[in-house]
């Protein structure tokens, strides 16, 4: 059974969609552990306390280390002490981040943890890595969240040898800026990685490789702009149906086609992106996350723990790429 820790009071939609969600993907396999204030209506799951919240809007470092009893630290330390196998939290991303590393701490030889977003690409899922979590990186970085974003892919998506690709702004080996350049040389000689070249962003939502690998500041952009577009292209085609009578009829006719393109698309199907690199693990959930958003989160936290991502990530660690740790100067916490 996991026992998943969520913040109760992080997000827009919180507390209520939270809880509700915890509800939904309670079962005899997932427990999940609310963290809020005493008082909070927690629908029979179990409770525990937290006194403050951390805004969307707070500095992140600064607010993990003013408000240590907060329901988003608390739901990490959690994990830290045994108490979760995993947190989740729609709250402040920077905060899940920082909290991360200060109460579940980074794996020994991880250099920087990072997001891992599963896209909806049109031939089956695929990885995008780092998504948000190193505004700045080295190509040693990039190295290690090829490495981790393949575990992701092998113990999530099922996917036994996959394949990597460089996000670069042409397929061109010497196409990019210097990162990419040398993130393209460390990666090439990476003879546990299959990894195929650049790619670029126009191909991801085709499926460019199981596993595409950039710096967090790209790949946050990068997500962003297929959230907008995705959404936006959505919400136009349902005006369009709805315009006139004949479009109406026509919308009838393709309605089983369009609500399986929105669910293939719709971020909720999936909830969450795991940060990794840590000793435990932990989602972060989309800020707007309703209650479905936040069970699929749960229960991808869930097949985390099933399948020991942490432990994979060790193992993989420990069989080559420690190498990228010892060059970096700042210091395991």
Same mark, same amino acid.
């Not at 500041?217 to 959404?231: D, Q, R």
């Not at 989160?297 to 190498?323: K, W």
């Given at each position: 059974?996991?026992?998943?820790?969520?913040?109760?009071?992080?997000?827009?939609?919180?507390?209520?969609?939270?809880?509700?969600?915890?509800?939904?993907?309670?079962?005899?396999?997932?427990?999940?552990?609310?963290?809020?204030?005493?008082? =909070?209506?927690?629908?029979?799951?179990?409770?525990?306390?937290?006194?403050?919240?951390?805004?969307?809007?707070?500095?992140?470092?600064?607010?993990?280390?003013?408000?240590?009893?907060? @329901?988003?630290?608390?739901?990490?330390? %959690?994990?830290? &002490?045994?108490?979760?196998?995993?947190?989740? @939290?729609?709250? *402040?991303?920077?905060?899940?981040?920082?909290?991360? =590393?200060?109460?579940?701490?980074?794996?020994?030889?991880?250099?920087?943890?990072?997001?891992?977003?599963?896209?909806?690409?049109?031939?089956?899922?695929?990885?995008?890595?780092?998504?948000?979590?190193?505004?700045?990186?080295?190509? &040693?970085? %990039?190295?290690?969240?090829? /490495?981790?974003?393949?575990?992701?892919?092998?113990?999530?998506?099922?996917?036994?040898?996959?394949?990597?690709?460089?996000?670069?702004?042409?397929?061109?080996?010497?196409?990019? *800026?210097?990162?990419?350049? $040398?993130? /393209?040389?460390?990666?090439?000689?990476?003879?546990?990685?299959?990894?195929?070249? *650049?790619? $670029?962003?126009?191909? =991801?939502?085709?499926?460019?490789?199981?596993?595409?690998?950039?710096?967090?500041?790209?790949? *946050?952009?990068? %997500?962003?702009?297929?959230?907008?577009?995705?959404?936006?292209?959505?919400?136009?085609?349902? &005006? #369009?149906?709805?315009? @006139?009578?004949?479009?109406?009829?026509?919308?009838?006719?393709?309605? !089983?086609?369009?609500?399986?393109?929105?669910?293939?698309? +719709? !971020? +909720?199907?999936?909830?969450?992106?795991?940060?990794?690199?840590?000793?435990?693990?932990?989602?972060?959930?989309?800020?707007?996350?309703?209650?479905?958003?936040?069970?699929?989160?749960?229960?991808?936290?869930?097949?985390?723990? #099933? /399948?020991?991502?942490?432990?994979? =990530?060790? &193992?993989?660690? #420990?069989?080559?790429?420690?190498?990228?740790?010892?060059?970096?100067?700042?210091?395991?916490?």
């Amino acid at each position: 059974m996991a026992r998943i820790a969520v913040d109760a009071m992080g997000g827009d939609r919180a507390p209520e969609e939270i809880v509700a969600g915890a509800l939904e993907a309670a079962s005899p396999q997932i427990t999940p552990v609310l963290v809020g204030p005493s008082g =909070l209506n927690s629908g029979g799951l179990a409770l525990v306390e937290a006194q403050t919240t951390i805004a969307m809007d707070e500095k992140p470092a600064d607010a993990v280390r003013a408000k240590r009893d907060s @329901s988003l630290v608390v739901a990490c330390r %959690l994990v830290r &002490e045994g108490r979760a196998d995993a947190a989740v @939290s729609a709250g *402040n991303t920077g905060a899940m981040l920082a909290a991360g =590393l200060v109460e579940i701490r980074r794996l020994r030889g991880v250099n920087r943890p990072a997001i891992a977003v599963v896209l909806p690409a049109k031939r089956g899922p695929s990885v995008l890595i780092d998504s948000g979590a190193n505004a700045d990186g080295r190509a &040693e970085h %990039l190295r290690q969240f090829a /490495h981790m974003g393949s575990v992701f892919a092998q113990e999530i998506l099922g996917i036994s040898d996959p394949e990597v690709r460089l996000l670069s702004i042409g397929e061109e080996p010497e196409k990019g *800026n210097q990162l990419t350049l $040398e993130a /393209h040389r460390l990666l090439s000689e990476a003879e546990d990685l299959n990894f195929r070249g *650049n790619t $670029e962003s126009r191909n =991801l939502l085709e499926g460019a490789a199981d596993v595409v690998v950039c710096d967090g500041f790209t790949g *946050n952009v990068v %997500l962003k702009a297929l959230e907008g577009t995705i959404a936006t292209v959505l919400g136009s085609l349902r &005006e #369009e149906i709805s315009a @006139s009578r004949r479009a109406k009829l026509g919308g009838l006719l393709i309605r !089983p086609a369009a609500r399986g393109l929105r669910d293939r698309l +719709d !971020p +909720d199907t999936y909830g969450g992106a795991y940060l990794l690199g840590l000793r435990g693990l932990a989602v972060i959930a989309h800020g707007s996350s309703g209650r479905r958003a936040i069970a699929n989160a749960i229960r991808l936290a869930a097949r985390g723990v #099933e /399948h020991d991502v942490v432990g994979s =990530l060790q &193992e993989r660690l #420990e069989q080559g790429v420690l190498e990228s740790a010892r060059s970096d100067p700042e210091p395991a916490r």
